[in-house]
């Protein structure tokens, strides 16, 4: 079924799901009911919370009206009759949304000022306003709306569900009354729509704030604030293996290790431009001139290591040799995140990135960027990342520099991947402000696409720094910036990759790879001495002891996901070998600790995703 066709069933769906709502809770006040991505949703006031058990009463009463075969009739009024209608039908919401076309020509909250002439540019664009707007009418529900819909009920699929409700402020706003959002979904065919709910559930078993507190690795504690992260054992583990292997390709890729730290002067920021175009996304300063006077200026928590690595490379006279100059820190920066849109590792206060900064000259920049989007791939496949979303991300409107030199950065990205010979999208106006950059989404095992590395061209914090190197006849000129980080937060791509592997990590990422259980108290030692072996090869293993008996001490690393449980008892300390169990195969038999290191040293080595 056509795209078009589907966004109309699910925009009908809506309508059919308020007035279900209406049936059941005749004084229901209606807010908002669009089309989202595979489905639907409406914001309703309806006077008290509901929940997940009241919403197959819901659906079970939208498939009553569907049956009916009820028709959809469409009726153009005037502003002023509208205002009538819905204020005869007691709904203030709609009446709200109607008194923002008259004022200002749209219902779209903080799109245009109280004021009806907007200024774009140098110009002023008149704001129109309509004279009459359109009204769909099913069943008892009246709705101010653009439409289309289906003509009769009938023709909608029953393939859809209610998946959620939760409190939404009526129109985003805090001081606003708090609705219900009630969600739906729906397909145009019913193994479609089971199809999505199987995704759905494996979603929900691979989220990584259970896995994290399931496994052991990490957790937000309140006592320490929202968006930021405490790390335990395992977790660490993880998140080191993670950042020693980024740091260790970077090194042997021409990269140089700085590093930098946590706070810098106000002033720093003001050069860079991040007071002035960032402000909403870093802390308060820290006013040390209250506290001290001898104080020269304020302090801020860096939310970007860039303008550090800065001052390192104009810390002596840069000669054409040098360049290209790549830096690299793994570099834990802080950003103001707004409490609603944190969520577990993917959205934090305080992050660590791998990041980098290449400097160059204007003729090096193709080849640097061709070379490094090739990088980038390499390091994500490492990982078991094969699929991407790739897009370059044009000036937004706040913006420092020149539009020439924009464009210029702009051309070289797309002509890195050009040379690359890959797919890939505009997205127009999602550059940062001194620069367009080059993101790559990746796609987990559930298709879902996630920001993590991203590629930068700055010409533009050069110049306000007053960077320079010296050319081969001598004279100065200012390099070109490159700013990546190929994995982007550390935290993010962590709970990424929780997800994609649902907590099951390969061999060579997974925080503990070996458990070895003694069956019995006596056979300790030679547990133990089994893991003196293994941890002179570096692997990472531990002998799990403890009062349970051996089949829950298995059972209990094989919820902790351990990649491979070595099970020793009499016999095998008889014949010094070991009973394997491998993960998700369960007995792969009996063998030497010799051929053990034999079985897994290849695939450690080339870092094999299925083990």
Known sequence: MKQKSLETIRHSLAHIMALAVKNLYPEAKFGIGPVIENGFYYDIDIGKPLSLEDLPKIEAEMKEIIKQGIIFKKKEVSLKEAKEIFKELGQPYKLELINDLEKYGTTEQNKISNIKNKKVGNKKQSIKIPKTVSIYQVGEFIDLCRGPHVKNTKELPLSFKLVK?????????????????????????????????????????????????????????????PGLILWHPQGAVLKRIVENYVLDEYLKNGYQLVATPHIGQLNLWKISGHTGFYRENMFPPMHLKEINKEEKDDYQLKPMNCPFHVLIYKNRIRSYRDLPL?????????????????????RVRGFTQDDAHIWCALDQLDEELKNLFKFALKILKDFGFKDYDICISTRPEKYVGTLTNWRKATNALENALKEANVKYQIDKGGGVFYGPKIDIKIKDSLGRSWQCSTIQVDFNLPERFEMFYIDKKGKKQQPVMIHRALLGSIERFLGVLIEYYGGEFPLWLAPLQIVVVPVKEKNTRYAKQIVHLLQEKQLRAECWLGADTLSKRIREAELQKIPYILVVGDKEEKKKNIAVRERKKGDIGKMTITNFFDIIENTIKTRNPKL
Do not use: C
């Open 165 to 225: 409700v939760s409190g939404a402020y009526w129109r985003g706003k805090e001081t606003n009354p708090m609705l219900q959002r009630i969600v739906g979904v729906a397909f145009s065919k019913e193994n479609e729509l089971k199809e999505y709910l199987y995704q759905i559930e494996e979603a929900e078993k691979r989220d990584h704030r259970l896995l994290g507190e399931k496994l052991n690795l990490f957790h937000i504690d309140d006592n320490v604030g």
């Open 326 to 346: 790549r830096y690299t820190e793994l570099g834990t920066v802080y950003r103001y995140e707004r409490s609603g849109v944190l969520h577990g590792l993917t």
